[in-house]
């Protein structure tokens, strides 16, 4: 009840209606019936935290899709350079990054093996130039991939720098550092692990072994 009468208030309502012959009429009932509109009482901002966590489906495929993932940095330049940094399987999803992969349902274990193997090896000087190169290109040219591509571009960058232009997007990834690299991936580590598997999984270690290996 509590909750209801914190967050379900009017002053903050939109009435629409359709077919009203007399808007007057319409008003003053709808004034009658709610004659006082309560404020509501602000809220604070609830804190999203990572929680990391472990998702299987099981399906006679044949063959088991896995995919680690940990908390990456909330710098876009940063969180992209070091996407390119974890090779062509990598991924990144707004504060998400990690790997996925697929063998067989005998070879699953050795294929987290390997995954496990590259998302925890810290990425060297030689990779973080060309993965800055990779992820420099990678977002100019997705500047003219359409307005969705534009917006998004446009959102990461606002919320790094207050600011857009493409120079400056260009800019913004010509400033990270091996350093900034480094560090985003140590604290990568250092989060929980999310894992998912997919098909023929009874090869596939479960969540808590996989996460051992980085503790």
């Not at 977002?139 to 600011?163: P, R, W």
């Amino acid at each position: 009840m509590s909750f209801r009468e914190r967050t379900y208030t009017l002053n903050g309502a939109v009435l629409a209606a359709t077919g009203i012959d007399d808007h007057k009429a319409f008003v003053r009932m709808v004034e009658e019936e709610f004659p006082v509109a309560a404020p509501a009482n602000p809220l604070e901002p609830a804190a999203a935290d990572y929680l990391g966590g472990e998702a299987r489906l099981e399906q006679s495929s044949g063959s088991a899709l896995v995919a680690l993932a940990f908390e990456g940095p909330s710098s876009a330049p940063i969180m992209n350079v070091l996407k390119h940094c974890l090779g062509s399987s990598a991924f990144a999803s707004k504060q998400l990054v990690g790997l996925y992969g697929a063998s067989s349902a005998s070879d699953a274990s050795g294929t987290v093996d390997a995954l496990s193997k590259a998302i925890a090896t810290t990425p060297s000087a030689d990779v973080v130039a060309a993965a800055k190169a990779a992820a420099k290109g990678e977002a100019l040219k997705a500047l003219g991939n359409g307005s969705q591509s534009l917006a998004d571009a446009m959102t990461g960058s606002i919320l790094d720098s207050c600011g857009f232009s493409a120079s400056a997007l260009a800019e913004s990834y010509d400033a990270v550092t091996v350093e900034d690299v480094t560090e985003a991936h140590s604290a990568m580590l250092k989060s929980k692990l999310a894992f998912a598997a997919v098909g023929d999984i009874s090869a596939v270690p479960y969540h808590a072994t996989i996460e051992s290996r980085f503790s």
